[in-house]
């Protein structure tokens, strides 16, 4: 599986950005997929998924309410709708794929990476 990430850029705080990961290599709707940050000098951050089917979603706290992951099955995709976006926030984020489960929130748990897209919200 290849996943590519796109969408960031800077943002003032309080803007938007829509990330989105494109997949290829494995029938797309076979898999979960999340979305994790890294912020400098800071370890790689869970920050949500998304179940195979779409219908089931999980985030981690600080973004609830303000992030929302959807993945659209017939375009090998997957969004991150990123809404009052704080300087915290600034990190690069990445897509993630795995075979197995979707609630573990640990990068291990992973199977597939793909490169990083910087989001840097200025204050």
């Known amino acids: 599986v290849q996943l590519q990430a796109s969408g960031g850029g800077l943002v003032q705080a309080g803007g938007s950005l829509r990330l989105s990961c494109t997949a290829s290599g494995r029938t797309f709707s076979t898999y979960a997929l999340g979305w994790f940050r890294q912020a400098p000098g800071k370890e790689r951050e869970f920050v949500a998924a998304i179940t195979s089917s779409g219908g089931g979603t999980y985030y981690v706290d600080s973004v609830k309410g303000r992030f929302s992951i959807s993945r659209d099955n017939a375009k090998n995709t997957v969004y991150l709708q990123m809404n009052s976006l704080r300087p915290e926030d600034t990190a690069v984020y990445y897509c993630?794929?795995?075979?197995?489960?979707?609630?573990?929130?640990?990068?291990?748990?992973?199977?597939?990476w793909g490169p990083g897209t910087l989001v840097t919200v200025s204050s």
């Open positions: 993630a794929g795995r075979l197995r489960g979707w609630r573990d929130t640990s990068p291990s748990d992973y199977d597939y």
